[in-house]
Each structure stands twice: as C-alpha cells, then as structure tokens.
C-alpha cells in the first residue's frame, strides 16, 4: 500500500507497468478508490474480478462478474510466476471465463484490496525492435517562447476575471447588501496574490524531471 517508486517517489497509482515477452504485452494500471472502500479490508481479504470486452456492452461497459475473494493458492503465487503463467501456453493461462473467453486473453482481470483496484490487461502484439529509455527523464523548458505565450495568455485572462469579480463585489456593495462584503474581498485577495506567487515560481526556468515504471 506504500509503495513508492524508486525512480520518482509516486505512488503506484501515478504509473502504469507494462511487461512484454513474446507476442504479448501486459499492462497493469494502479487506482485509489475516492468515495468506495472494499470489505473485508482488516480481515487482509483480497478482491478478484473480471469484464470480458468481447462480450456484448448492453450499457456500454464490459460486463463484469461477481467479485470474489481471492483464494489462497492465487494468492501464493509470486508475482513472477504470475507474468510467467500470463504469458504462458499453461494451462492456468488458458482458463475461460464463464462466458467461455479467455480469462487472461479477453478480459480485464481486477484484483482489488481496500481502495486500491489493479487492473490487467493483455494485449497480442508483434515486436520488431525494444529500446529502453533511461528511468528518469529530465524536461528543460528554459528559453521556450510558447510556454512564455501561453503564459501571457493565462495571465490576462487571470487579471480580466480577477478585475470582474471585483466588480461584482462592488455592485453587491452599492445596492445595500454589505453584509461579509469585506470577507469576500479580503479572500479575492489572497487568492490574487496566491494566483500571482504560483506563476512568479513557475517562472523561474527550473529543470524538472518524470519518472515512469
């Protein structure tokens, strides 16, 4: 659940992992549930599921099945005997789902603990060549006249808007409704100068740099 990157210090859900052997390529994609909480969370239950995307979307989702836990022989595995079975002619690797499609080819497997979801998704491909790029790679927007433009644009657009609502407060305070008028300057303020530091830092050219896994 803490995981972070070794590369870049994000946690697992601000990347997505691909592996790739043979003709096939393994994506895997992190989520933290926001407004949803799997059961079962203290009792260390893991949550597995699956949507088959070649069967028909009545809603236009992938139909998905109950979600079940996890047993503990799959929970054993080690995570690269998993990718070895993935990407394998096993006979594990060759399960159907209950609609009778494959269930590592065909469908999106979910493995949910808590507010974490994990999603796989194979995909059959063809390699012709693999390069590596390095693991962290570095941006250096010095001297780049379109950043400065878009700049410029956001700027005035800031200033427009910043102008009008100032105005409004001042209609507001004219017709007699005074009442926490200078609250709602004060705020308008502070978010003009936050507004103002936040490009002022952006400003300063520095080098930054992207991690990926």
């Not at 047993?71 to 690797?93: I, M, Q, V």
């Not at 999106?108 to 994990?118: I, T």
Request: glycine share 8%.
């Amino acid at each position: 659940m803490g995981y972070r990157c070794r590369s870049c210090e994000m946690p697992s859900e601000a990347h997505v992992h691909c592996y790739t052997h043979r003709q096939g390529s393994l994506t895997i994609s992190v989520k933290k549930l926001q407004d949803y909480l799997l059961p079962g969370e203290k009792e260390g239950k893991n949550w597995m599921w699956h949507r088959c995307m070649r069967c028909p979307r009545p809603d236009g989702f992938p139909p998905a099945t109950l979600r079940v836990v996890m047993s503990d022989a799959a929970w054993g595995l080690s995570f690269g005997k998993f990718l070895e079975l993935s990407f394998s002619n096993h006979a594990a690797a060759s399960r159907v789902a209950c609609c009778d499609h494959s269930l590592h080819r065909d469908c999106l497997r979910f493995y949910g603990f808590g507010n974490m979801v994990a999603c796989f998704r194979y995909a059959t491909i063809d390699v012709n060549s693999v390069y590596l790029p390095p693991s962290v790679l570095g941006f250096n927007y010095d001297n780049q006249d379109w950043i400065q433009r878009e700049t410029n644009e956001v700027v005035e657009r800031a200033e427009l808007l910043f102008s009008e609502v100032l105005n409004a407060i001042s209609q507001i305070a004219a017709k007699g409704f005074r009442r926490r008028i200078g609250e709602l300057e004060e705020l308008l303020q502070r978010e003009k100068a936050e507004f103002e530091d936040n490009i002022a830092k952006g400003g300063e050219g520095r080098p930054t740099s992207s991690g990926y896994s």
